[in-house]
Nanobody, 130 residues
Framework: QVQLVESGGGLVQTGGSLRLSCAAS???????????LGWFRQAPGKEREFVAA????????LYADSTKGRFTISRDNAKNTVHLQMNSLKPEDTAVYYC????????????????????WGQGTQVTVSS
C-alpha cells in the first residue's frame, strides 16, 4: 500500500506563511530517495495546476511562475517527507494542495506535469484571507 499524506494546511491572512508537509509510506516508497516529487493545487472551479517539483536528491527544483520567489520545495529522504514552505501568501493561493510522487529513472529529473505522477495524496486545504 502506497500512501502520501499531506498536512500543514489551514487559514492564514494575506502576507502570511504556511509550511506544508507530505509523508510517504508503504512498500513502494521504501526507496523514497528514488522518487521525484511535486506539489500541485486545485482551486474551486479551476483545473489542477503545478506548483513546485524537486528531483530525487533535491539538487534540482522548479516552480510555477506564480509561486517562484515565494514558495520553497524541499525534501528529507531520511524521513520520507517533502515540504512546501509558502511565504507572502495571497488570496489567489487559496486551493487544495496535493503532493505527488513517481519513480525517477533519471536522478536529475524534475516532473512538472501531473500526468507524470502515479501517486497522489488526499490533499490539504489552504485558505488565504484578504
Amino acid at each position: 500500500q502506497v500512501q502520501l499524506v499531506e498536512s500543514g494546511g489551514g487559514l492564514v491572512q494575506t502576507g502570511g506563511s504556511l509550511r506544508l508537509s507530505c509523508a510517504a509510506s508503504g512498500r513502494t516508497f521504501s526507496y523514497f530517495s528514488n522518487y521525484a516529487l511535486g506539489w500541485f493545487r486545485q482551486a474551486p472551479g479551476k483545473e489542477r495546476e503545478f506548483v513546485a517539483a524537486i528531483s530525487t536528491n533535491g539538487g534540482r527544483t522548479l516552480y510555477a511562475d506564480s509561486t517562484k520567489g515565494r514558495f520553497t520545495i524541499s525534501r528529507d529522504n531520511a524521513k520520507n517527507t517533502v515540504h512546501l514552505q509558502m511565504n507572502s501568501l495571497k488570496p489567489e493561493d487559496t486551493a487544495v494542495y496535493y503532493c505527488a510522487g513517481d519513480y525517477a529513472y533519471n536522478p536529475g529529473v524534475v516532473l512538472t506535469a501531473g500526468s507524470r505522477y502515479a501517486y497522489w495524496g488526499q490533499g490539504t486545504q489552504v485558505t488565504v484571507s484578504s
